[in-house]
């Protein structure tokens, strides 16, 4: 039997038997093919789900130690009523996979927010506090820059005859502010 004839027969994607391979708990032959036995014997050892499928677990509502359908008190819980106990039995599979997906649900978290602290440690993440204020002050030095080309320009664009060579000065300026804009950023020009 291949790892895909396995992994069909327990109902599981080919990446699960490959991580139940790396676990030493599917064991391959020397032609490369799936000890079912020997496998099957691993997984009921060390695979978690060891809850049979048809074991079902009650939630049924407590009247000190006698389970009822209408609660925990003289009068009951009103605002929850059972039109049969059916509703408040989950089989033990369906218990063991919602565990199972908030248990993901947790580890995901965990890891995302492990992921968030060592991307600020190492600096590729940024609180958005302190780049709105390198933005601002970037922006205010721009800002005045470009709002000082025209005194500054003013008396050499005014002896210059030729629209080429005024065009030119005038490229020439901006692009000095425009690469010093970059140059706060860290930017190639």
Known sequence: MN?????????????TVTS???KGWVVL?????????????????YRKEKIKSDDEIDFGVTQGNEVTE??????????LPMSNSAEA?????ELSRR?????????????????????????????????????AAVAAQLQ??????????????AAINSPAEIESTLREEITYCLNEFLDSYEIEN
Do not use: I, M
């Open 3 to 15: 790892q895909a004839q396995f992994a069909r027969l327990h109902d599981v994607s080919k990446k």
């Open 99 to 135: 565990l199972t997906f908030e248990k993901l649900q947790v580890e995901r978290e965990k890891a995302r927010e492990a992921k968030l602290n060592a991307d600020l440690r190492e600096g590729t993440l940024l609180e958005a506090e302190k780049v709105y204020q390198h933005d």
């Open 70 to 79: 209408t609660g925990n008190c003289g009068e009951g819980n009103a605002g």
């Open 144 to 157: 005045r820059k470009l709002l000082s080309l025209p005194s500054e320009l003013a008396v050499r664009l």
């Open 89 to 93: 039995v989950l089989s033990a599979k």
């Open 20 to 22: 139940w391979k790396n």
């Open 29 to 45: 032959n020397a032609d490369g093919t799936v000890d079912e036995e020997q496998s099957n014997k691993n997984l009921e050892l």
